[in-house]
């Protein structure tokens, strides 16, 4: 059944880029090689109202949630735009969040992780065009992040319009379409979240996780994708595991722990995910095909 749903989600928004890596204008990224560096962020992201306080760091496991806050924050920029550099460093953590839950969530890991990637492969590129020199494989993976075309969302759009990159009738794989795709990504992984923090029913019973993921999915993902994969799907949220797993990945023992812990990170996820929006709209590239 595994190989089965990572044959289909082969199919699932395939991206270039990634498959053709090794020129010198197609540099690979080893995305899960690197040496984990320590989160960066502005100082007065530093405590905002005491919150990044509360969440605490999980000694033995990739994923952490303050280092996923502090990139979050980081990425808003004074100037109401996201900056590209920390919103993909956020998502490297949110990757790592997804592959804790095993290996049938690379359905969809895989496809989040080639997005990811390809937004810096053409950051890359554009930085060596720019200064005329190939972007070896040596390049750090944030050349062109910092002060390129590709330093925010709103010059990346501005650049890849000007470069007739973008399309509004059909598919390009520009960095705009890819930042659509993980913006929906987003709001599924907001929304689970929300899941996990709300209590019990009237019986006094929890929501799986798996329910939860599948409601998320409804809303954020599944009007975007074919009948076959919205059917793949399911099996995926079938194999999550139970709902203490989860509230150990942000280090905490019971739901009363969590949910301050899950309302921090929401509200950051839902800050960028609005911003992100804004700046979507504000081009018309909400349904980007």
Known sequence: MLALLLFI???WLPQGGVRDC???WQPCLSFYHQKPEPPWAPEQWAEPDGALSLVKECPGQSFQASHLLLYLKSSLAND????LEPYLK???QLLKFMESLGPMVSFFSQKVQEKVVLIRELSLRHSAEANGKPAGLQTPE???LKTGAYRSVRSMMEAELRADMVNFSYRTDSGCRTLLRLHRSLLWLKLMLEGLAEGPNENGQYKTPGELSRDAYKVALAP???WVLRQAAEFVFLALPDRQ???QLVCVQNQQEATPILHIIIDALMLVHTRTQQLLAERDML???
Do not use: R, V
């Open 142 to 144: 944030a050349f062109g």
């Open 245 to 247: 797993y989860f509230l």
């Open 224 to 226: 975007y994708h074919p």
């Open 22 to 24: 090794g020129s010198p």
């Open 9 to 11: 989600s082969s199919f």
């Open 80 to 83: 109401k735009d996201i900056l």
């Open 90 to 92: 956020s998502w490297d």
């Open 287 to 289: 349904d980007l095909p």
